[in-house]
């Protein structure tokens, strides 16, 4: 993952200061690629720990086409809470009583998402985020993306349209309420010499919390996809629009860049499985993980 600490290194040389959404501020750079040749190992950073079981079952989840958090949360993952919280505030009229960094706020953070698990008529009125990845990936105005690339990919490889879209313009107002409209917007799958490779175009990446995730997730999806289409494994490219580091994340760059690198790990499928839509989570196996501790950082809302 040595071009991941490339891409920390070059925004912190050559980003500018910029405002943002968040108010928190960032450090930004316009335009920027990374390649991993997955042949090479399954590309989860090393530096610090990453929870591969939120990549997982996030993963699943946009495959699932859902976009209800409640599935998450039953299963122990908690990267999508804070939007659908905040959002449960703003509509009760709670924000200014429960400030960003508050003990009470995480309290009621804690209680919000344990009624989510456990109500499933309060988890369809408040875990929803509109019509994100899921919504997009599988019923983007009635069409089934990902079953429609697959069987592309089946039957006619060297197409230049395996694309999909999670950029739908009509549904991005709905997004804004209670999520983000999608970060990683289209991707594209390319064959060659019976080798699957992909390509992510990210609008808007957080590097230090978001990337890692982005890049281990359409690592294991171009996986996934190659073992039900009977292909190798090829690269996987990540380019990027706003590629930023907030600025409160900045002392935590400087302690990941001070880790060098360490061997990757693999990843195994368990067993044969034939349609992208029948993988669980046990089937998906990570085998020498031994990264540096976990370092942690504030999520900008």
């Known amino acids: 993952m040595k071009q991941y600490h490339k891409l920390l290194r070059y925004i912190l040389d050559q980003g500018v200061r910029k405002d943002d959404r968040t108010g928190t501020g960032t450090v930004s750079v316009f335009g920027y690629q990374m390649r991993f040749d997955l042949s090479e190992g399954f590309p989860l950073l090393t530096t610090k720990k990453v929870h591969f079981k939120s990549i997982v079952h996030e993963l699943l989840w946009f495959i699932a086409g859902d976009t209800n958090i409640r599935y998450l949360v039953k299963n122990g993952v908690s990267i999508w809470n804070e939007w659908p919280f905040e959002n449960w505030l703003r509509e009760n009229f709670m924000q200014e009583d429960y400030p960003s960094g508050s003990p009470q706020r995480k309290v009621l953070m804690s209680e919000f998402v344990a009624k989510i698990a456990d109500d ?11 019509p994100v990845y899921g919504k997009q990936w599988r019923k983007f105005e009635g069409v089934d993306q990902l079953a429609n690339i697959i069987d592309s990919l089946k039957t006619n490889p060297d197409s230049r349209r395996h694309i999909v879209s999670a950029w739908n313009p009509k549904d991005v107002p709905v997004m804004v309420k209670a999520g983000l409209p999608p970060c990683h917007t289209i991707f594209q799958f390319y064959v060659s010499e019976e080798k699957l490779s992909c390509q992510l175009y990210q609008r ?24 039900v ?30 880790r060098e690198p360490i061997k990757l790990p693999e ?22 993980y031994r990264p540096y501790a976990a370092i942690a950082a504030p999520v900008a809302v």
């Open 229 to 258: 289409c009977d292909l190798k494994l090829g690269e996987f490219i990540h380019t990027f629009g706003d590629a930023h580091l907030y600025v409160n994340h900045l002392q935590q760059v400087d302690e990941q860049l001070a």
């Open 120 to 130: 499933q008529e309060f988890a369809q009125k408040y875990g929803c985020l509109g």
């Open 267 to 288: 990843l195994k499928i368990n067993r044969r499985v034939y349609s992208i839509f029948d993988f669980v989570f046990d089937d998906l196996e990570l085998l020498g």
């Open 204 to 227: 808007s990446a957080d590097v230090f919390l978001g990337v890692p995730f982005n890049i281990a997730s359409y690592a294991l999806l171009t996986q996934m996809i190659a073992h």
